[in-house]
C-alpha cells in the first residue's frame, strides 16, 4: 500500500506517519526529515535546504522531486511507503503520478486557530522523532517513549510558522481538490483530541484498503 499523508503544519501528521507505517508495514518517508538528516551532516542539499527551510518557504520543487524519486527506488519501497510532507504543491504531485502509483491520500483537517500555538509550542525527540507540547511537559526535556533529548524546530518560532501556514494556504491546499478529481482521498478531522481517537478513524479506512 502507497500512501500519502497529507495536512497543515502541526495538523499531527508525524504522529499518525508513525502509527499508520508501524500498523501497516510501511516505510516513513518524510522530506522535512531528510532535509533535517541533510543540515546535521553538512551535505550541500542541507546547506540549500535550510535557506529556504529557515524562512518557512519550500525547498525548490527540482531538488525535492529527485530525492523522493530516488527514495522510492530503494528496495525497502518495494512494501510499501507513506509519503509525509510530499507532495506540498501542484507541480509535485504531477512530478509523483509520474514515477509512482499511490493508493490513497490520508488527509487531515485541522481548525488553523490551533495551528500557531501548537507549532510554537511543540518539542520534538531527537531520537524518535515523538511530538511533544510544552504545555504537558510539566517541564520534562527528555522523550517519554525512548529518553531522547527533546528540542524545538529552528522553523517552530512565530515568524516561520506564519510563512509556512500561508505557504500551505496557497500552495499545498489546492491538492486537497487535486485528489479529491483523482477519488483517492480518505479525510479525517484532526482536533484536540488525543492522537488516539483520530488514529482508529484512520485505521478503520485503511483496513478496508488493506485488505
Ligand atoms: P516538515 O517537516 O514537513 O514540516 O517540513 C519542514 C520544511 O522542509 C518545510 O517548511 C519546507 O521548507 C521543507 N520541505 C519539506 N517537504 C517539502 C517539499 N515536499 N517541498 C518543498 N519543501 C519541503
Known amino acids: 500500500m502507497n500512501l500519502i499523508l497529507l495536512g497543515a503544519p502541526g495538523a499531527g501528521k508525524g504522529t499518525q506517519a508513525t502509527k499508520i507505517s508501524d500498523r501497516y508495514g510501511l516505510v516513513h518517508i518524510s522530506t522535512g526529515d531528510i532535509f533535517r538528516a541533510n543540515i546535521k551532516n553538512g551535505t550541500k542539499i ?12 519550500l525547498v525548490p520543487d527540482e531538488v525535492t522531486c529527485d530525492i523522493v524519486k530516488d527514495r522510492l527506488t530503494w528496495d525497502d519501497c518495494k512494501k510499501g511507503y507513506l509519503l509525509d510532507g510530499f507532495p ?10 509520474k514515477f509512482a502509483k ?15 500555538d501548537r507549532l510554537c509550542g511543540r518539542r520534538v525527540c ?7 507540547h510544552v504545555s504537558t511537559l510539566n517541564g520534562a526535556t527528555t522523550c517519554s517513549r525512548c529518553g531522547g533529548e ?7 518560532n512565530p515568524e516561520t510558522v506564519k510563512s509556512r501556514l500561508e505557504v500551505y494556504n496557497e500552495q499545498t491546499a489546492p491538492l486537497i ?3 479529491t478529481m483523482q477519488g483517492n482521498i480518505l479525510n479525517f478531522t484532526g482536533s484536540e483530541a488525543p492522537a488516539e481517537v483520530l488514529f482508529a478513524q484512520v485505521a478503520e479506512s485503511l483496513d478496508k484498503l488493506a485488505r
Not at 102 to 116: G, H, Q, R, T
Not at 126 to 132: A, I, N, Q
Request: charged share 30%.
Open 46 to 57: 542541507g546547506m540549500l535546504a535550510k535557506s529556504y527551510i529557515d524562512k518557512g518557504e
Open 177 to 179: 481538490n487535486y485528489y
Open 126 to 132: 531527537k531520537d524518535c522523532g515523538e511530538s511533544y
Open 150 to 156: 527533546l528540542y524545538q524546530r529552528r522553523d517552530d
Open 88 to 97: 506540498r504543491n501542484l507541480f509535485q504531485a504531477a512530478e509523483l503520478d
Open 102 to 116: 499511490i493508493d490513497a491520500v490520508v488527509n487531515i483537517n485541522i481548525d488553523f486557530k490551533l495551528l500557531m
